[in-house]
Structure formats: structure tokens, C-alpha cells
Nanobody, 120 residues
Framework: QVQLVESGGGLVQPGGSLRLSCAAS????????MDWYRQAPGKKRELVAG???????NYADSVKGRFTISRDNAKNTMYLQMNSLKPEDTAVYYC??????????????WGQGTQVTVSS
């Protein structure tokens, strides 16, 4: 059974920091990429940051210089260090894993989401 377990969300004041984690288990295919998405109330889900198995990284312009994505391939775990948080970072944050099989193709797996609230 595939599980993506996110943790680390919470309430933080503007300018504060949080570190999100996403631990993947039960995925039998090779994990190609791991991504963080977020969805604020009334808005579309958007890509925040992504990292490939080879270490290529991309960030949304809105978080560049403030957020850092990393992963531990041995543990199938991804992290998102969020610094200098702003109220507009408030959202539910989701992790997504893309796994690939040469026989069966590609699969997306999503976590359940963790709430991040930035407010004074």
C-alpha cells in the first residue's frame, strides 16, 4: 500500500520558519521526482518546488530564495525548509511523487496535505 505521510505544518508568525517532511513508502517503482504543491482557499493548486532523483531542482518564483527543497533517496523522504514566511504562503501543502515503470508507465501519488498558516 502506497503511503505519503506529510508532517511539519502548523501556525507560524510572518518571518518565521517551518520544515515540512514527506515520507514515501510502499512504492515499488523507481521514484523519478518529488514535488511540493500548495493550495490556498479559492485558488488552484500550484507547484512550489520539485526535485528529481538526479538532484535537479526548480522553484516557483514566489518562493525562490526563501524555500529550500531536499530529499533523502535512501529514505524516500523529501523536505521543504521554508524561511521568511509570508501570510500569502498560507495554504495546504501537498507532496507528490512521480514513479515510473518501463513496463507500466508513470504514476503520480499524492499525500493528504498539511496545513501551513502564516499569521500574527
Amino acid at each position: 500500500q502506497v503511503q505519503l505521510v506529510e508532517s511539519g505544518g502548523g501556525l507560524v508568525q510572518p518571518g518565521g520558519s517551518l520544515r515540512l517532511s514527506c515520507a514515501a513508502s510502499g512504492i515499488v517503482f523507481s521514484i523519478n521526482s518529488m514535488d511540493w504543491y500548495r493550495q490556498a482557499p479559492g485558488k488552484k493548486r500550484e507547484l512550489v518546488a520539485g526535485i528529481t532523483s538526479g538532484g535537479m531542482i526548480n522553484y516557483a518564483d514566489s518562493v525562490k530564495g526563501r524555500f529550500t527543497i531536499s530529499r533523502d533517496n535512501a529514505k524516500n523522504t523529501m523536505y521543504l525548509q521554508m524561511n521568511s514566511l509570508k501570510p500569502e504562503d498560507t495554504a495546504v501543502y501537498y507532496c507528490k511523487v512521480y514513479a515510473y515503470s518501463s513496463r507500466w508507465g508513470g504514476f503520480d501519488y499524492w499525500g493528504q496535505g498539511t496545513q501551513v498558516t502564516v499569521s500574527s
